[in-house]
């Protein structure tokens, strides 16, 4: 997951909105997508973009991207203590059909 | 619908010996992929399916890996003679294709002692 790029860890109050930032290198790809991990658990797929819009959003998710910049955010509204997880970005592989790039995952903890 | 389905959950074996994973992805799901999963990082994709197809095997240690996916459904991956740094969690998905959104397994959680 060189290609994307992550802050590793982010903690808010339980209410507060989480703002999580991802960056990625290669544009071969027509989606984005944002996927949560609970410990001891697989990938589950969160939200997604399409490339040509600039936001999505989905109930508490707000999802921006800043294709100029290839830069990617995840907010979540009104953080619980439930959305404490490992969030990762998955950017584009290095050309059309190839399996996305994952960053490293940013570590959201949620105290109450 | 059912999940990707991976076993098995946890494997320890000792360094020098081999061990096989086993995938079976969502019916109907053409791509296939094998990601590793180390501690404290992201998924690194290992080998990705196009039905019985491989597209990318780019970063699969070839000496001591390999996979398969007979017949374009189920697959598995095998490593062989494992090394203490092969210790991580496997992770299969599928998806409809390569710019879907993937479903991912639970994972088989590979001790190397």
């Known amino acids: 997951g060189e290609d994307v790029e992550q802050s590793l860890f982010l903690s808010v109050r339980e209410g507060d909105s989480s703002v999580i930032n991802c960056t990625y290198t290669d544009s071969s790809s027509t989606y984005l997508y944002w996927y949560k991990q609970e410990p001891g658990a697989g990938l589950q797929l969160l939200t997604y973009i399409f490339s040509n819009m600039d936001m999505k959003q989905d109930q508490r998710l707000t999802v921006l991207l800043n294709k100029k910049d290839k830069h990617l955010s995840l907010r979540i509204a009104d953080t619980q203590t439930g959305d404490s997880a490992i969030y990762f970005c998955a950017g584009p592989g290095p050309r059309a059909g190839y399996a996305l790039n994952f960053g490293k995952g940013t570590s959201l903890l949620v105290t109450p | 619908e059912a999940g990707v389905a991976q076993s098995p959950r946890y494997k320890i074996i000792e360094k020098r010996q081999s061990v096989a994973f086993w995938c079976n992805p969502i019916?109907?799901?053409?791509?296939l992929y094998w990601y590793q999963q180390i501690l404290g990082q992201g998924p690194k994709l290992l080998i990705q399916f196009q039905n019985n197809g491989v597209v990318d095997d780019s970063q699969l240690p070839k000496d001591r890996f390999s996979a398969e996916r007979l017949k374009g459904v189920d697959s598995t991956l095998k490593i062989q003679p494992a090394k203490l740094e092969d210790s991580a969690v496997y992770l299969c998905a599928s998806s409809f294709g390569a710019t879907y959104g993937y479903t991912f397994g639970s994972g088989t959680r590979l001790t190397v002692v």
């Open positions: 019916s109907g799901h053409a791509t």
